[in-house]
């Protein structure tokens, strides 16, 4: 079994940064795919970045602002996110996915593990 506990979302203006962590215990990072997502009230959830197959997955909206990263050693995941926007309001979730997906795009990943988020709000 896998916990995901994610920190660092808080209160920031518009054009802030924020870097959120996701720390992970039992098997390793390494031996998944870890996702981040997000869901704003009355929304649904949406994706927002992982690697898969060689490459890096963003959504659209990141437009370059976003970055994900990992450290196995660490066995923690992060999320770089610079010049935020109001609309960037959201609790954000990491996840992951087995390696038997890598390769496909992550929206279509199952993911057994999610943590319960961390709210990330951006005021104008």
């Known amino acids: 079994q896998v916990q995901l506990l994610e920190s660092g979302g808080g209160l920031v203006q518009a054009g802030d940064s924020l870097r959120l962590s996701c720390a992970a215990s039992?098997?390793?990072?390494?031996?998944?795919?870890m996702a981040w997502f997000r869901q704003a009230p009355g929304k649904e959830r949406e994706f927002v970045a992982a690697?898969?197959?060689?490459?890096?997955y963003y959504a659209d909206f990141v437009r370059g602002r976003f970055t994900i990263s990992r450290d196995n050693a660490k066995n923690s995941v992060y999320l770089q996110m610079n010049s935020l926007k109001p609309e960037d309001t959201a609790i954000y979730y990491c996840?992951?996915?087995?390696?038997?997906?890598?390769?496909?795009?992550?929206?279509?990943?199952?993911?057994?593990?999610w943590g319960q988020g961390t709210q990330v709000t951006v005021s104008s």
């Open positions: 690697p898969s197959g060689g490459r890096t």
């Open positions: 039992g098997r390793t990072v390494g031996s998944y795919i």
């Open positions: 996840a992951a996915a087995s390696s038997a997906f890598w390769g496909t795009n992550p929206r279509d990943m199952k993911y057994d593990y």
